[in-house]
């Protein structure tokens, strides 16, 4: 496969930045990255224009390192709330995801973050407050305080009480029947005395 040299004149991902003198296929050269002005090809003219590109690499960067330390900063103090349903007992159904958590802070706080930046170990599954990593560039990690709270109230002490107290209610019950029962049965059904047959 024809392989083609060219500069590249903005950041493409599994590529590289802009400035960045690479080598690509001659067909992805030809019919994508150079119509779309994504890179130039590799001449000595174009060569000079490298340190124009670095300049500008250099700027773009250094605004991306201030606008996310920033941005880490603010998050830090932040506290995202997040409301799942629960069961009665209290456990969640299904887990928190870093999709979930980027999109409350896109409608909370208007703050647009890729799931990829929100790093969990592992899925949030249970309630109360949680930290979770953001990495939001290379030199730029911060912590997002993350509250999840359930839509359903927890009951009331005293309703878990008298809860309690019907499920242990309909146990006794049920116990109850079962021994008055077999008093009863013995009595309704007395034992048949024994009749010999008189021998032949």
């Avoid at 958590?101 to 790093?119: G, M, R, V």
């Amino acid at each position: 496969m024809a392989k083609t040299e060219v500069i590249l004149t903005h950041n493409i991902v599994g590529l590289g930045a802009e400035s960045d003198q690479v080598k690509v296929a001659a067909g992805y050269a030809r019919n994508y990255l150079l119509p779309q002005g994504l890179a130039i090809p590799l001449t000595g003219a174009n060569k000079r224009r490298l340190e124009v590109l670095r300049q500008r690499r250099a700027e773009r960067e250094a605004h991306e390192l201030n606008t996310m330390s920033e941005l880490g900063k603010s998050v830090s103090k932040l506290i995202c709330l997040l409301t799942v349903k629960t069961g009665e007992d209290g456990k969640m159904f299904g887990t928190i995801t870093s999709g979930m958590i980027a999109d409350q802070l896109k409608t909370q706080f208007d703050i647009a973050l890729d799931k990829k930046k929100i790093h969990l170990e592992d899925p949030i599954r249970a309630l109360g407050d949680h930290e979770v990593e953001l990495r939001l560039h290379p030199d730029v990690t911060s912590t997002l305080k993350v509250r999840v709270e359930s839509t359903t109230p927890p009951p009331t002490p005293e309703e878990a009480a008298t809860a309690d107290a019907r499920k242990e209610g309909a146990r006794t019950e049920k116990r109850g029947k079962r021994t008055e029962g077999t008093p009863e049965t013995a009595e309704k059904k007395p034992r048949a005395a024994k009749v010999e047959k008189p021998k032949k």
